[in-house]
Structures are given as C-alpha cells and as structure tokens.
C-alpha cells in the first residue's frame, strides 16, 4: 500500500485541493498502518488527521504491563517523535512539563504504538502538492516510525524517564499513609523561568531546603532514600515577607499533582492528587451550590443552601469554589491571598464592632478552616503574609526567608489569640440535568473547541477557564471538555457520576474520550471536569441531596 500512497500522491499533483479527500482510509505500510481519519477542506483550515498504529514495536513489557510506566514511555517517545517531526509538516503534541495520558502518543498492550498525528496537507494555493505530501507520507513517516522502535531509541534513557515517574508516583501515594497532604524535597528547584515559561529557572534559584523539624525522609523504589519537607494535613500556613518565594511554593504544590520530566525541578514536588487551588472568581456563574456554611443571610434573602447567581461576588465565588471542589471529592485545599477575597479570608476586631450581626452575612474562612479539618476532614495549606489572625487557627506554620523554609509554629503560637469557630456543614451533593450538559450544536454535532487556555466552546457555551489554575496544558482543557461529554448525569450526584468516569478512564485509557474527536487532547483529573461543569453558563441542576 505504501507503493500505492505514493503513486496516487504523484498522480494528484496539481489537481484540486479538494481531491485530497480521497486518501482517507487505511493504508498498509507492512509493519505499520498509516489512517487518513480527517481531511482539511482547505489549506487554510485545521490541519488534518492521521492515525498510525505499529502493533509491535518491540517495546519491552516491563515498560508497560505497570500503567505509570506506560503512560511515561508513552510521553517519552511522544516527546522524542516531536524532536524527529520538528523539520516536518507533521505535528505530534508533546505537551510540556507535565507527563500527562495523552491521545497523541499511546503505547499499546503488547508493546506496540499508536500516534495521532496533524498534518498540514501541502498546497500551492488551493491545487495539491503531491510530491510534498508524498515526502511526508512516504518517506519522513516512515523513517520516523523507524526511529521510534524500542532497538532505535535510547533505551537507558527511556527507561531512567520511566524510573522518574514512578518514583514520584511512589511519592505521592505514600503521602496519606504518613499524614501528609504534600512533600518538597531537598535540592528542587521551585522557580521557573518567567511568567510565561514553566521550565526551571536557569540562574540563581535557590534549591529547597527543609526546615529539621518538617523534614522526613521517603524510601523511594528507583533512587532511595529522599528527604524533603513533609507538609502535614491540618492547617499549615505559609508566611513570609514580600517576595520571599510564598506563591512560588504555592504553586508547586498546585502543580505538585501532577508529574514532571526530568530536569524539571519538580520531579520530588508532590502532592495529594485531589488537591485543588481555591481562588476568588468574581463574575462566575453559580448553580444551585449549597454555600450557607460561608454565606448565610443575604440581603436579597436568597436561599444561600440553594445558591445560585449568574454574576458572583469575589466572595460568594470562592465560597462556591470550595463547596464545588468538595463536592467533587477533594480533601486538600490550597489558597494563595494573592488570588483571594479579602472579606472571605479574614474579619478583624474593629471591622467586626462596626459591621456585626445580621448585617454581615459571610463567616470568613478564619472560622471554618479548624472545623473544616477536625469534622471533615479537609486540610489547607493558605499562604498568608497580610493578616496574624490565622495564627490561631494553624497547626504549623511556615516562613519563607529569602527563599529558604523556617518552621516559626512556636512563635506564632504565642501570638496566637482565642477564637471561637463556626459550625461547617458538608455541602449538600446535586443532581445535575443532563440535558443542561450538552455539546451539541444547532446541526446535532458535538463543538468541543478552545480557545488559548482561556475558553473551552461547548455546544453553544463559552466557559471561561481562566481561573482553573490547575489546567497546566491545553490538551487537558479539550480532555475536560471530551470528558464532561461523556460524563453519565443521569439519575445519581455529580460526585457518583465522576467517579463512574474516572473509573472507566483507568480502566480503558484517555481515548476513550475521544474516538471521533480530530485533535489532541490529555486526561484532564475529575476536579477540572467538575470545575467546566461549574462554569457552562447553561447548566442546571434538578436538587439536591443531603
Ligand atoms: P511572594 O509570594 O512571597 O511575594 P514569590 O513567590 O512571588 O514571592 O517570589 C518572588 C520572586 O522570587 C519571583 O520572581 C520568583 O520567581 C522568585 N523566586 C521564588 N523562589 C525562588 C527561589 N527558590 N530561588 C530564586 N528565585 C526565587
Ligand atoms: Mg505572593
């Protein structure tokens, strides 16, 4: 068939670019199927699709009977597939520094590979470039796939990439067992390049230190013993002058859920998978959350146990926040005051003598913090340089000195006052309308686009996903979206119905989101897709559940 690709690609040479339709279908190159699934219309338009799928690529099953070492040489050939593409019309997605289940780059049962690739049909003008795509097709394809069996790669460093994921996920899953929601080992490098650039900052980054009395030390399977800062479940507060690196370490911790490459720094920076970066989001839409443990009398009288509004304040949006990222499971919360609501997070003294009682109606988290971990469990970790009053309720707290950790929990339990908490009351589970969760569009076809990283388009709605800070890659955005399309509403809470999801993701991988879908896209965690439920501005939900 590859004789016949060719021959037919030369044979199309300057005929209309319309007549590459025609090329669709399975093409049989011997060791590996090459298949046309879309066709660009035009040259213009997003790049088409091909499929190649080598049953056997000689990939040695220690590399993927264990999932985390599958998912790892996956990335790991997908990253070198994009190396050996880079000069090409051909386009694979190798995401960044995450390793990430992805559609583009799949290692299959058995050893095998399966690539999704784009490609940018070649046109002069709108006539086929046949001896262009005859090149692709015929010659950098295969000479790629060539490069990507097992005995052509190099396999040391195949195998130290795996080794690296998997000593980060041994990491993280001995988190709960040691009664920790987070670990920072000694030597990372927390800093990344620019606020545009998530690589490790080049010069000058001060590596992690752990205070003594966090450190703890972790056996890991591949490279030992590891010691680093242990931060244990409750309440632990990071504190710290100005640019002392507070919302640096913040935001490994919020990446911390995910896996990084090697070199990157953060390879040791782990934390619990469920935990969620809490931030103020005003102007959010809001759908029937129950956040009456945050807010309680409204002046509009509005039943704050059945919330709902279609322009949130910053406060009434982090409060809603934190009931929708519990509802989706998650135990860990992570807060940064740079991204909060004031009036949520703290009330002092002389605020409370003069705006009391009934005309106040938030209770700021300060008093739902301590119940929040003693009845139900939720830790959080708060960056707070502004306010002491979190002293009272901390059980350790941090300070960042000029980029180094010190465990200043003595002291501030001397400054630490008596305060009385607030009752917190588990919000209540939704049921959600399914047909409120629908991508279609008006010809019945399911739109699932975006836009940057700030938009996902879903059937007619533009859901803003600005502020998920955990979306660290655009496939995950589309991931979410594919996700949330599959996702099971009927007849069961939100939570049940992300847990029959996640379930069915483990067992059959992340393409199963997406066997029609032409593009890339990676598994998004069960906390995005709830939060792009969240913010469709046509979601509604039936009622709630105690
Ligand atoms: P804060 O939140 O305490 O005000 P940031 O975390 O925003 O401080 O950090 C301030 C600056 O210091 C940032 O430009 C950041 O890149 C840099 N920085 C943070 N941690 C380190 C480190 N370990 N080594 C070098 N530079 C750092
Ligand atoms: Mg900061």
């Given at each position: 068939?590859?004789?016949?690709?060719?021959?037919?690609?030369?044979?199309?040479?300057?005929?209309?670019?319309?007549?590459?339709?025609?090329?669709?279908g399975?093409?049989?190159?011997?060791?590996?199927?090459?298949?046309?699934?879309?066709?660009?219309?035009?040259?213009?338009?997003?790049?088409?699709?091909?499929?190649?799928?080598?049953?056997?690529?000689?990939?040695?099953?220690?590399?993927?009977?264990?999932?985390?070492?599958?998912?790892?040489?996956?990335?790991?050939?997908?990253?070198?597939?994009?190396?050996?593409?880079?000069?090409?019309?051909?386009?694979?997605?190798?995401?960044?520094?995450?390793?990430?289940?992805?559609?583009?780059?799949?290692?299959?049962?058995g050893?095998?590979l399966?690539?999704?690739?784009?490609?940018?049909?070649?046109?002069?003008?709108?006539r086929?470039?046949g001896?262009?795509?005859?090149?692709?097709?015929?010659?950098?394809?295969?000479?790629?796939v060539?490069?990507?069996?097992?005995?052509?790669?190099?396999?040391?460093?195949?195998?130290a990439?795996?080794?690296?994921?998997?000593?980060?996920?041994?990491?993280?899953?001995?988190?709960?067992?040691?009664?920790?929601?987070?670990?920072?080992?000694?030597?990372?490098?927390?800093?990344?390049?620019?606020?545009?650039?998530?690589?490790?900052?080049?010069?000058g980054?001060?590596?992690?230190?752990?205070?003594?009395?966090?450190?703890?030390?972790?056996?890991?399977?591949h490279?030992?013993?590891?010691?680093?800062?242990?931060?244990?479940?409750?309440?632990?507060?990071?504190?710290?002058?100005?640019?002392?690196?507070?919302?640096?370490?913040?935001?490994?911790?919020?990446?911390?859920?995910?896996?990084?490459?090697?070199?990157?720094?953060?390879?040791?920076?782990v934390?619990?998978?469920?935990?969620?970066?809490?931030?103020?989001?005003?102007?959010?839409?809001?759908?029937?959350?129950?956040?009456?443990?945050?807010?309680?009398?409204?002046?509009?009288?509005?039943?704050?146990?059945?919330?709902?509004?279609?322009?949130?304040?910053?406060?009434?949006?982090?409060?809603?926040?934190?009931?929708?990222?519990?509802?989706?499971?998650?135990?860990?919360?992570?807060?940064?005051?740079?991204?909060?609501?004031?009036?949520?997070?703290?009330?002092?003294?002389?605020?409370?003598?003069?705006?009391?009682?009934?005309r106040?109606?938030?209770?700021?988290?300060?008093?739902?913090?301590?119940?929040?971990?003693?009845?139900?469990?939720?830790?959080?970790?708060?960056?707070?340089?502004?306010?002491?009053?979190?002293?009272?309720?901390?059980?350790?707290?941090?300070?960042?000195?000029?980029?180094?950790?010190?465990?200043?929990?003595?002291?501030a339990?001397?400054?630490?006052?008596?305060?009385?908490d607030?009752?917190?009351?588990?919000?209540?589970?939704?049921?959600?309308?399914?047909?409120?969760?629908?991508?279609?569009?008006?010809?019945g076809?399911?739109?699932?686009?975006?836009?940057d990283?700030?938009?996902?388009?879903?059937?007619?709605?533009?859901?803003?996903?600005?502020?998920?800070?955990?979306?660290?890659?655009?496939?995950?955005?589309i991931?979410?979206?594919?996700?949330?399309?599959?996702?099971?509403?009927?007849?069961?809470?939100?939570?049940?119905?992300?847990?029959?999801?996640?379930?069915?993701?483990?067992?059959?991988?992340?393409?199963?989101?997406?066997?029609?879908?032409?593009?890339?896209?990676?598994?998004?965690?069960?906390?995005e897709?709830?939060a792009?439920?969240?913010?469709l501005?046509?979601?509604?939900?039936?009622?709630?559940?105690?």
């Open positions: 068939d590859d004789e016949r690709l060719s021959r037919e690609l030369l044979r199309m040479d300057g005929d209309s670019y319309g007549r590459y339709k025609s090329l669709r399975d093409w049989d190159f011997g060791d590996f199927t090459l298949t046309v699934q879309r066709v660009q219309a035009d040259p213009f338009a997003p790049p088409s699709r091909i499929l190649v799928a080598l049953p056997d690529a000689g990939i040695p099953k220690d590399a993927w009977a264990d999932p985390v070492r599958r998912r790892a040489t996956a990335d790991f050939l997908g990253r070198r597939a994009g190396r050996l593409l880079r000069r090409s019309l051909l386009r694979i997605d190798t995401g960044g520094q995450e390793v990430l289940e992805r559609s583009s780059c799949r290692v299959t049962e050893g095998g399966e690539l999704r690739i784009g490609i940018d049909l070649p046109g002069r003008g709108r086929i470039d001896r262009a795509a005859e090149r692709e097709f015929c010659d950098t394809l295969p000479g790629v060539d490069d990507l069996y097992w005995e052509a790669v190099d396999r040391d460093a195949a195998r990439f795996a080794d690296s994921v998997a000593d980060t996920v041994a990491l993280r899953s001995a988190l709960a067992e040691r009664g920790l929601v987070a670990f920072v080992a000694d030597g990372a490098v927390l800093p990344r390049r620019s606020g545009i650039s998530d690589e490790p900052m080049a010069e980054a001060v590596p992690f230190s752990s205070p003594d009395s966090l450190r703890v030390s972790v056996d890991l399977p490279r030992g013993t590891v010691t680093g800062m242990g931060v244990p479940e409750g309440v632990v507060l990071i504190v710290g002058g100005g640019f002392h690196g507070k919302s640096t370490l913040l935001h490994a911790l919020e990446r911390g859920v995910y896996d990084h490459v090697p070199g990157d720094g953060r390879e040791l920076v934390t619990r998978a469920d935990a969620v970066k809490i931030r103020a989001e005003e102007g959010r839409r809001v759908e029937r959350v129950d956040v009456g443990s945050f807010v309680r009398n409204l002046p509009t009288g509005a039943d704050t146990a059945d919330f709902r509004t279609d322009n949130a304040s910053g406060s009434t949006s982090q409060a809603a926040n934190i009931c929708e990222a519990l509802e989706a499971g998650s135990r860990t919360l992570l807060v940064d005051e740079d991204s909060t609501a004031t009036n949520l997070m703290i009330r002092d003294e002389r605020m409370q003598a003069l705006v009391h009682g009934d106040e109606p938030l209770v700021p988290f300060v008093d739902l913090v301590r119940p929040l971990y003693r009845d139900h469990g939720v830790s959080t970790v708060l960056v707070m340089g502004g306010s002491g009053d979190y002293f009272d309720v901390a059980d350790h707290v941090v300070m960042m000195d000029a980029y180094h950790p010190h465990d200043v929990g003595e002291r339990r001397e400054l630490a006052r008596e305060r009385t607030a009752v917190f009351t588990a919000p209540r589970a939704r049921l959600v309308d399914p047909r409120s969760v629908d991508p279609s569009d008006a010809r076809r399911s739109r699932i686009k975006r836009r990283m700030d938009v996902l388009v879903f059937g007619d709605d533009d859901v803003d996903v600005r502020s998920v800070e955990q979306f660290v890659d655009p496939g995950q955005i991931g979410a979206g594919l996700a949330l399309r599959a996702l099971d509403l009927r007849d069961r809470t939100l939570a049940e119905a992300l847990d029959a999801l996640e379930a069915e993701l483990a067992e059959h991988g992340v393409t199963r989101l997406g066997a029609d879908f032409g593009g890339d896209y990676a598994l998004p965690r069960r906390q897709v709830a792009l439920l969240n913010r501005r046509s979601l509604r939900v039936l009622g709630q559940r105690w």
